[in-house]
């Protein structure tokens, strides 16, 4: 050890503040060096006259008297709600019939929100595709928004689009990309419905798909593929511009 | 909660060994005097220290009270297991801090030592006293005042209140090695400062 970092330490070797491998490698310096001694000699001079500071004594006279104000604030003090609250959740909680309550309450808003998460996912605002490319009816398109009726042949009915595709269509202009439209029309023959949907969807050419849910056997069909391109939807919609 | 009033004369001391866990409890559940057995285990620390980072009986008295009335306050938040003593030490630190804060003086600077009372005059002599001891003290307090305020807080509670290390980083909210750092370095200044009156005086 040299002396520049024997004096660096030496003040805590003095307060017994080192480790004992470090303060024994500091005594033996101590033993071969005397200008470490002497200034370690000051150090503990200090440390003495520091703990002779701790002498303040305080008479019992003073502290009953402390104690008399202390006890006449604390009549006074009343606890505010947050710390009520707080003692509750951390003291009274902690009881089995309240803890039990508590998981309850704790489980029926999980529930809540787990339910809400399961209502969004299960009917989804945006086109749901099986597979990649087998189109999903959306179950509760009804409950959407009638954007218009069509009029034009071959369509005639109401066109049903999500509030969210819509509002972004209000705030951006265009619609957002997975959009679903669908065209609820009366069939001619049947007098059933017919469905058709159109889907913004980069993958199709100029960015539009179009869908036809034929009827089945055990009635509509609840997924198709999109029509191909010859049926003319394209071009029929292009020339329209819409 | 309902506070009672009732209290334990002033000569009845309370016995050193109680159990702190069960006053705890007992207070949170409004029980008073279990409230002051707690107050009378720690109560003279509080004082001390408090007189220490303010200097007067007077503003240590108001700040012990205000340091038991947090404490009665946040009660539930002591984690019994654990040392109370660190807990309030460290809300007495908190306390003077704000009290110093609200008389607009950052740094206190001591002109004395803090006022000591004596119960009865000192009859045997103290191998220690005499004028030019007691002006050493004086200087050395005026020098442990004058370290920067994070190392007078770390020097003053490791050497004058005499705790651990441990227990200065827990009272300080701070880490050991910092403490232990802190502490170094205030005992080196206090040598330079004492050093460099002496080396005048002279």
Redesign the interface.
């Known amino acids: 050890m040299n002396c520049n970092h024997a004096k660096?330490?030496l003040?805590?070797y003095?307060?017994g503040?080192l480790d004992a491998a470090d303060a024994d490698q500091m005594s033996a310096h101590l033993q071969r060096c005397a200008g470490c001694r002497e200034f370690y000699e000051?150090?503990a001079n200090?440390?003495t006259?520091?703990?002779?500071?701790?002498?303040?004594?305080?008479?019992?006279a003073?502290?009953?008297?402390?104690?008399r104000?202390?006890?006449h604030?604390?009549?006074d003090?009343r606890?505010g709600w947050w710390?009520r609250l707080?003692?509750f959740l951390?003291?009274e909680a902690r009881r089995p019939r309240l803890a039990v309550a508590g998981a309850a309450i704790a489980a029926v808003v999980f529930a809540t929100l787990f339910a809400q998460l399961w209502q969004v996912t299960a009917n989804p605002t945006v086109a749901v595709f099986e597979s990649s490319d087998i189109l999903r009816l959306p179950a509760d398109y009804r409950e959407w928004m009638v954007l218009g009726t069509a009029s034009t042949a071959p369509h005639s009915g109401n066109i049903y689009v999500s509030p969210a595709a819509y509002h972004e269509y209000e705030r951006r202009g265009t619609f957002p990309e997975g959009t679903v439209m669908v065209l609820e029309s009366k069939a001619v023959n049947n007098g059933g419905i017919t469905l058709e949907a159109s889907v913004k969807d980069r993958r199709f050419n100029e960015g539009w798909g179009y869908f036809r849910f034929d009827p089945t056997a055990e009635g509509l069909a609840r997924k198709t593929r999109a029509l191909p391109e010859s049926a003319g939807c394209l071009a029929c919609h292009r020339d329209r511009g819409i | 909660m309902e506070l009672l009033m009732t209290r334990v004369p002033d000569n009845e001391t309370a016995p050193e060994t109680l159990e702190i866990e069960a006053l705890v409890r007992k207070t949170l559940a409004g029980d008073c005097r279990a409230f002051e057995q707690i107050v009378r285990q720690f109560e003279r620390r509080v004082m001390t220290l408090s007189n220490r980072l303010l200097g007067g009986m007077d503003e240590a008295q108001d700040a012990a009270q205000e340091v038991f009335l947090r404490a009665f306050k946040y009660l539930h938040r002591l984690d019994v297991r654990r040392p109370v003593e660190p807990w309030l030490m460290r809300i007495t630190v908190n306390v003077c801090r704000d009290i110093q804060r609200k008389n607009q003086r950052r740094h206190y600077t001591f002109c004395e030592v803090p006022s000591t009372e004596r119960e009865t005059p000192c009859s045997t002599p103290d191998p220690y006293s005499g004028v030019a001891w007691e002006q050493e003290r004086q200087r050395l307090w005026k020098a442990l005042n004058e370290l920067p305020e994070k190392e007078r807080m770390a020097v003053l509670l490791r050497d004058v209140e005499g705790f651990s290390t441990a227990e200065v980083a827990e009272i300080l909210g701070s880490s050991e090695g910092t403490v232990r750092s802190q502490i170094c370095r205030g005992r080196l200044r206090i040598k330079v400062a004492m050093d460099r009156k002496t080396g005048e005086q002279s």
């Not at chain 1, 006259?49 to 019992?60: C, E, H, K, V």
């Not at chain 1, 003073?62 to 104690?67: G, I, K, Q, V, Y």
């Open positions: 660096d330490t003040p805590l003095v307060g503040d000051g150090l200090q440390q006259l520091l703990r002779s500071l701790r002498q303040a004594t305080i008479t019992p003073t502290l009953a008297s402390m104690r104000g202390l006890f604030r604390l009549a003090q606890l710390v707080e003692r951390l003291i």
